[in-house]
């Protein structure tokens, strides 16, 4: 119980750093916000009166602290306030983009893991043999290129010379196909890798041949004893692949120009429309943090002798 | 170790020799010769500006390889002293320091860098800003981790009892003991920061043109994919290979330590 409160804590803490981080960053982001805030809503020279009411509307004028917590107070209530330069709702739009989002990072995991399980329990039968090297040169291959360069090359190769599938825009359900493939290879390039050396080092627990001379079965051991062994390193890292899946989501939906939370994200960093901004980062970071903790109270139930992972 | 001595060597190597070799100015516009195949003038052809797309790639390791290393190792000092304070300052230091890298880690790094790098304006100083910020927290762990084990050690204890200066014990226990797990982070981090600088560059958030940066390049290339596609092969290609290399030495220096730990 202790450990479930200390961890609530530090997901709180880690939120609330986030949102303190992110609005520090885009207080001091170069040029006069209430003057980008007027330029975007009329679209023409502004008289200074005019900035000065934006600034005050904005509550740019009550200083740095003042300005923070009437910015955090409406988030707390879900209230994701105004586009400063449409002046639309932020909330809906975000609502639409992931809509775009969410089946992309999905199915892309889906290939991930569907990819993954099979290379590396077939690469794991024989260590050292040519399927296991070739399954290692694939998942290091598929490591150091960058997500939008596979993308690219995807869509050369599908879309411009052969001509089978759409690249650009979400309109039918065929246009998931080449960003969800370019996703979900390189997250099956990550799994594999660490599925891998989670099972050889199942395999190499000194209690196998104990239950091997026993006469248990190979299947029984690899389901019972293997697996769980396996699945440890698996749950560690879910969280890193999560970020590793979101950070390819923003780079393929712009590649594709998929219309989800990456161009979202892009398109409000251009616009430097920052309330749009300041929300994607909230809800990327409650996102993660709950992932995290699920990731921390799942440990419990797995292993209950890691008890803290920092300590 | 040896093979993350040499595959630096290489690097430097390149961005330094990279330019002298090079056989034409690497931002030298030539309307004329926009778009050529490769042949014998231009090796690989040429881009939308008659530039020389093999120049600007040697130039571009310049951009891509030095500004990694410049990044992974600024990264390396920030993470090294964050470390050192969380381990050795005590546990209010240890609890603000800990609690910043979770933070930092729990957003995906890039779309950190993107939101940074984007919201100070494109450039390679807010790239360098950004890439670095959200990149120190890897290592502020391992530094923490061994350092909160060194405290106990009896041959630390025993140099504090005998009045060894901070420093020296930094330097004669500490510095022996970290160097081999940073350099393992360092590479992953160092490999990190090129993929980080192409996705950046590509997005348009990083090194400006007309400077060949590779991801700068790919955005460049990808325009013109339909009528020379090869255009955009050279710049990732160039990216996957440093980035390949980088971590498969990384890889044979993280398994030649633990298995020098098992024997120990």
């Given at each position: 119980m202790r450990v479930i409160l200390s961890l609530l804590l530090r997901a709180a803490v880690v939120l609330a750093g986030t949102a303190l981080a992110t609005f520090t960053l885009l207080w001091h982001a170069p040029g006069d916000p209430a003057l980008a805030i007027a330029l975007a809503r009329f679209r023409s020279v502004v008289p200074d009166a005019v900035i000065e009411q934006v600034r005050v509307e904005a509550g740019?004028?009550?200083?740095f602290w003042p300005a923070f917590l009437s910015w955090l107070g409406p988030i707390l209530l879900g209230d994701f306030g105004q586009?400063?330069?449409?002046?639309?709702?932020v909330w809906p739009e975000l609502v639409t983009a992931m809509s775009y989002t969410f089946p992309l990072a999905l199915s892309g995991l889906a290939i991930g893991v569907a990819l993954s399980i099979p290379l590396a329990l077939l690469a794991t039968?024989?260590?050292?043999?040519w399927l296991d090297r070739f399954a290692v040169a694939l998942a290091s291959i598929g490591v150091a290129i960058p997500q939008f360069w596979l993308g690219l090359l995807l869509i050369l190769l599908?879309?411009?010379?052969?001509?089978w599938l759409p690249a650009?825009?979400?309109?039918?359900?065929?246009?998931l196909i080449l960003p969800a493939l370019t996703l979900g290879l390189t997250v099956s390039a990550s799994l594999t890798r660490i599925l891998r050396s989670g099972i050889l080092e199942a395999r190499g627990r000194p209690f196998l041949p104990a239950f091997r001379r026993r006469g248990v079965s190979e299947a029984h051991l690899t389901r019972n004893h293997i697996a769980p062994h396996a699945a440890i390193p698996v749950v560690t890292v879910f969280g890193l692949e999560l970020a590793f899946l979101l950070e390819g989501v923003v780079m393929v939906e712009v590649i594709f120009a998929r219309p989800g939370l990456g161009i979202f994200l892009v398109g409000a960093i251009e616009a430097r429309d920052f309330p749009k901004v300041q929300a994607v980062v909230i809800l990327a970071a409650l996102l993660f943090v709950t992932v995290n903790l699920l990731i921390d109270l799942l440990y419990q139930v797995i292993d209950p002798r890691i008890g803290d992972r920092d300590a | 170790m040896r093979s993350v001595i040499v595959l630096a060597g290489v690097f430097v190597a390149l961005a330094v020799c990279g330019p002298l070799v090079a056989?034409?100015?690497?931002t030298a516009i030539n309307i004329a010769q926009r778009?050529?195949?490769?042949?014998?003038?231009?090796i690989l052809g040429t881009d939308a500006l008659g530039r020389d797309i093999l120049s600007r790639l040697l130039h571009g390791a310049r951009w891509s390889l030095g500004l990694a290393f410049l990044i992974s190792v600024i990264g390396l000092c920030m993470g090294t002293l964050m470390g050192l304070l969380a381990a050795q300052g005590g546990k209010l230091a240890d609890w603000i320091v800990m609690r910043t890298t979770d933070t930092f880690l729990a957003f995906p790094d890039l779309v950190a860098a993107v939101v940074i790098a984007g919201v100070l304006g494109a450039g390679t100083g807010s790239l360098i800003f950004a890439l670095t910020v959200t990149g120190w927290m890897r290592y502020a762990r391992v530094v923490r981790g061994i350092g909160l084990s060194l405290q106990t050690r009896g041959y630390v204890v025993q140099a504090k009892l005998a009045g060894l200066s901070p420093l020296a014990i930094a330097r004669w226990h500490y510095l022996p003991a970290l160097m081999p797990s940073l350099t393992v982070v360092w590479t992953g981090m160092f490999a990190r920061a090129i993929l980080g600088i192409s996705a950046l560059g590509f997005l348009g958030f990083?090194?400006?043109?007309?400077?060949?940066?590779w991801g700068t390049m790919l955005l460049d290339a990808r325009i013109h994919m339909r009528s020379t596609?090869?255009?955009?092969?050279w710049p990732g290609l160039a990216v996957v290979i440093c980035v390949l290399a980088i971590n498969l030495a990384g890889d044979a220096l993280r398994d030649r330590l633990a298995g020098q730990e098992e024997q120990a």
């Amino acid at each position: 119980m202790r450990v479930i409160l200390s961890l609530l804590l530090r997901a709180a803490v880690v939120l609330a750093g986030t949102a303190l981080a992110t609005f520090t960053l885009l207080w001091h982001a170069p040029g006069d916000p209430a003057l980008a805030i007027a330029l975007a809503r009329f679209r023409s020279v502004v008289p200074d009166a005019v900035i000065e009411q934006v600034r005050v509307e904005a509550g740019f004028d009550a200083g740095f602290w003042p300005a923070f917590l009437s910015w955090l107070g409406p988030i707390l209530l879900g209230d994701f306030g105004q586009s400063s330069v449409t002046g639309r709702d932020v909330w809906p739009e975000l609502v639409t983009a992931m809509s775009y989002t969410f089946p992309l990072a999905l199915s892309g995991l889906a290939i991930g893991v569907a990819l993954s399980i099979p290379l590396a329990l077939l690469a794991t039968r024989h260590p050292g043999g040519w399927l296991d090297r070739f399954a290692v040169a694939l998942a290091s291959i598929g490591v150091a290129i960058p997500q939008f360069w596979l993308g690219l090359l995807l869509i050369l190769l599908f879309a411009v010379q052969l001509g089978w599938l759409p690249a650009m825009g979400a309109r039918t359900p065929t246009h998931l196909i080449l960003p969800a493939l370019t996703l979900g290879l390189t997250v099956s390039a990550s799994l594999t890798r660490i599925l891998r050396s989670g099972i050889l080092e199942a395999r190499g627990r000194p209690f196998l041949p104990a239950f091997r001379r026993r006469g248990v079965s190979e299947a029984h051991l690899t389901r019972n004893h293997i697996a769980p062994h396996a699945a440890i390193p698996v749950v560690t890292v879910f969280g890193l692949e999560l970020a590793f899946l979101l950070e390819g989501v923003v780079m393929v939906e712009v590649i594709f120009a998929r219309p989800g939370l990456g161009i979202f994200l892009v398109g409000a960093i251009e616009a430097r429309d920052f309330p749009k901004v300041q929300a994607v980062v909230i809800l990327a970071a409650l996102l993660f943090v709950t992932v995290n903790l699920l990731i921390d109270l799942l440990y419990q139930v797995i292993d209950p002798r890691i008890g803290d992972r920092d300590a | 170790m040896r093979s993350v001595i040499v595959l630096a060597g290489v690097f430097v190597a390149l961005a330094v020799c990279g330019p002298l070799v090079a056989p034409h100015d690497p931002t030298a516009i030539n309307i004329a010769q926009r778009l050529s195949p490769p042949g014998p003038d231009w090796i690989l052809g040429t881009d939308a500006l008659g530039r020389d797309i093999l120049s600007r790639l040697l130039h571009g390791a310049r951009w891509s390889l030095g500004l990694a290393f410049l990044i992974s190792v600024i990264g390396l000092c920030m993470g090294t002293l964050m470390g050192l304070l969380a381990a050795q300052g005590g546990k209010l230091a240890d609890w603000i320091v800990m609690r910043t890298t979770d933070t930092f880690l729990a957003f995906p790094d890039l779309v950190a860098a993107v939101v940074i790098a984007g919201v100070l304006g494109a450039g390679t100083g807010s790239l360098i800003f950004a890439l670095t910020v959200t990149g120190w927290m890897r290592y502020a762990r391992v530094v923490r981790g061994i350092g909160l084990s060194l405290q106990t050690r009896g041959y630390v204890v025993q140099a504090k009892l005998a009045g060894l200066s901070p420093l020296a014990i930094a330097r004669w226990h500490y510095l022996p003991a970290l160097m081999p797990s940073l350099t393992v982070v360092w590479t992953g981090m160092f490999a990190r920061a090129i993929l980080g600088i192409s996705a950046l560059g590509f997005l348009g958030f990083g090194v400006q043109p007309p400077m060949p940066e590779w991801g700068t390049m790919l955005l460049d290339a990808r325009i013109h994919m339909r009528s020379t596609p090869l255009q955009m092969i050279w710049p990732g290609l160039a990216v996957v290979i440093c980035v390949l290399a980088i971590n498969l030495a990384g890889d044979a220096l993280r398994d030649r330590l633990a298995g020098q730990e098992e024997q120990a």
